[in-house]
């Protein structure tokens, strides 16, 4: 069988036709509903066209759409009447995890097509990326490793802080970049995590990453360049601060902790769902995804991991650590300071705080995608923070 050429359009010729790429994952080309897959960087284009030939000689339409120097694979969901065995060609020499069929369990089960499309890409990220595991300060990490290129990413979660939040980064960069994304264990102190991504950077024979850290993760990532600079080339710095002037979050964190004491570590998990869902996950793409993978952490989150994460450390972190005006000024690195216009967690002056740390860094304000921005506004993030690692 004769394959079509693969089709190439930069993003402002589908535009131009009315066609509306980035609201969602998915969008019509020509009668063909097409949602948007695997990522590759612009000189890696010989690898997207012979993937996207693997799927159209399955059956399936695909194009390639380019846009920041990257190319992603959009493909039909369902295939076209197969054709006859003789005629496919021979697979090429290619690689793909995504062609591997995925089971999804539950919350994932009963979610509508574009959740589901989530929750399969999850699925695919927790089978074929490395999951590994190193000892530090007498605690276990475990960590998810993949990808490959000559420069590493480190990702650093918040309080949700299983590696796996990063999982359509981890898809898309896989080409790339070496990709890290590490699970905290139940540590103490901010010192403990430091010194545990330390292990895992000489571990994996990684001198040097760039460095994502959103909430917990960015004051994680503040400690770990303060006490490692040679170690992190870029810095994003993601719905973070370095806290209120005073004793009042250190209060907080403890007075949560005395509350929470009492509670089962399910009944904190039903406790602080809701709250999650109504406060950060009410107006998000595909959020019904979003919240049944923050149900799925909190479940899977003892009551020791839950109470060391969101109430030890971070007392330890407001309490203990102080940033001054000029101390990481010496940074080499370039930084990016990414928040949202509706995000509560951090009050404006913290945020003003964290600016004053970095006066050279950029910004990027998400509109209306709350406190979670940098995973579930992917669409959004992902050109921009792609352009950042390479700049």
Known sequence: MTLSPVPVFHVSELEAQGIFYHQGDCFTFQNHRLRKGQVFAA??????????????????????VEQEGMLTLCREDAPTPP??????????????????????????????????????????????????????????????????GTQAILFLPGTVHWGDLWFRYLQAWQGEFRVIAPTYPPATRIEHLVAG???????????????????????????????????????????????????????????????????TASQIAQQLYP???????????????????????LQGTSKTEFLHLHCRVVADFFQNYRFGPQELASFPGRVLLVSADNDTTFTPAEQAALQALFPQATTHICQGTGHYSVVVAFDQLYPRLTAFWQG
Do not use: N
Not at 226 to 245: C, D, N, Q
């Open 43 to 64: 000189h890696l284009r010989e690898q997207a066209v012979a993937l996207a030939e693997q799927y159209q000689a399955q059956g399936r339409f695909c194009l390639l």
């Open 83 to 148: 054709v006859q065995e003789e005629q496919v060609p021979k697979p090429s020499l290619l690689t793909v995890p995504q062609l591997r069929p995925v089971s999804l369990g539950e919350p994932y089960r009963h979610l509508s097509s574009a959740d589901r499309q989530l929750a399969e890409t999850l699925a695919q990220v927790r089978q074929t990326f490395a999951r590994r595991q190193v000892q530090a300060v007498g605690l276990t990490w475990h960590y998810w490793v993949g990808g490959a």
């Open 197 to 263: 991504l330390r292990q895992m950077l000489k571990q994996e024979q990684v001198g040097r990453v760039h460095l994502l850290g959103h909430s917990l993760g960015g004051m994680v990532a503040l400690a770990l360049v303060r006490l490692y600079p040679e170690l992190v080339g870029h810095l994003v710095l993601s719905h973070t601060g370095i806290g209120a002037p005073g004793p009042e979050r250190v209060q907080r964190a403890r007075a949560t902790e005395r509350y929470l004491q009492r509670l």
């Open 275 to 297: 709250r999650i869902a109504e406060k950060h996950l009410a107006a998000v793409p595909q959020r019904h995804f979003w919240q049944a993978y923050i149900r799925e952490v």
